[in-house]
T-cell receptor, first 115, second 113 residues
Framework: AQKVTQAQTEISVVEKEDVTLDCVYE???????LFWYKQPPSGELVFLIR??????QNEISGRYSWNFQKSTSSFNFTITASQVVDSAVYFC????????????FGTGTRLKVLA | SAVISQKPSRDICQRGTSLTIQCQVD?????MFWYRQQPGQSLTLIAT?????????ESGFVIDKFPISRPNLTFSTLTVSNMSPEDSSIYLC??????????FGPGTRLTVT
């Protein structure tokens, strides 16, 4: 069975702190995609990153970085020097690389960045 | 990326009525989906909207309750029928772009009283 676990329900940090959002997944597929989405209070889902299971290189985009470790089935997301605008619910998702595009979403982590 | 719009953005409906949600994309896309996000919950896939044929529903969702149309490659509708308070959710449509990334619409916030 496929499953995505985001054990952190809610995290509060003070502005400028670094914060890491955890994502652990389960799948029997040998190839798959992992994703992170941001859902601000307005409700829309904003695509942040897609990672192929063959590509274990960490990625950095500005203040955002992602650590993919296949050995521990984790795909963690770090925000450096957090800002109030980072306050949102963040979802991790999993899908097979072939065919269906059916995403399995985690339950989300609500991040509150306090000024 | 694709630009997706949904109408209405929000609505308050009475129990027993139906609401049709529209999803419009600014370019032709092959894959379109409908998701539900119940309050404080994650997203659950309702169905795949197939152009020119019946939608493919996920377990727990049926056509009588959530009829879907997709007359062309840029437009789809989802109807929530015979609504009850348990149907209060955000309903999102999504599309898969040419680069295999999935993009979501802004969502429709439905409250059933």
């Amino acid at each position: 069975a496929q499953k995505v676990t985001q054990a952190q329900t809610e995290i509060s940090v003070v502005e400028k702190e670094d914060v890491t959002l955890d994502c652990v997944y389960e799948t029997r597929d040998t190839t798959y995609y992992l994703f992170w989405y941001k859902q601000p209070p307005s409700g829309e889902l904003v695509f942040l990153i897609r990672r192929n299971s063959f590509d274990e290189q960490n990625e950095i985009s500005g203040r955002y970085s992602w650590n993919f470790q296949k050995s521990t089935s984790s795909f963690n997301f770090t925000i450096t020097a957090s800002q109030v605008v980072d306050s949102a619910v963040y979802f991790c998702a999993l899908s097979p690389t072939s065919g269906t595009y059916k995403y399995i979403f985690g339950t989300g982590t609500r991040l509150k960045v306090l000024a | 990326s694709a630009v997706i719009s949904q109408k209405p953005s929000r609505d308050i409906c009475q129990r027993g009525t139906s609401l049709t949600i529209q999803c419009q994309v600014d370019s032709q896309v092959t894959m379109m989906f409908w998701y539900r996000q119940q309050p404080g919950q994650s997203l659950t896939l309702i169905a795949t909207a197939n152009q020119g044929s019946e939608a493919t529903y996920e377990s727990g969702f049926v056509i009588d309750k959530f009829p879907i149309s997709r007359p062309n490659l840029t437009f789809s509708t989802l109807t929530v029928s015979n609504m009850s308070p348990e149907d209060s959710s955000i309903y999102l449509c999504s599309v898969v772009s040419g680069s295999d990334e999935q993009y979501f619409g802004p969502g429709t916030r439905l409250t059933v009283t």
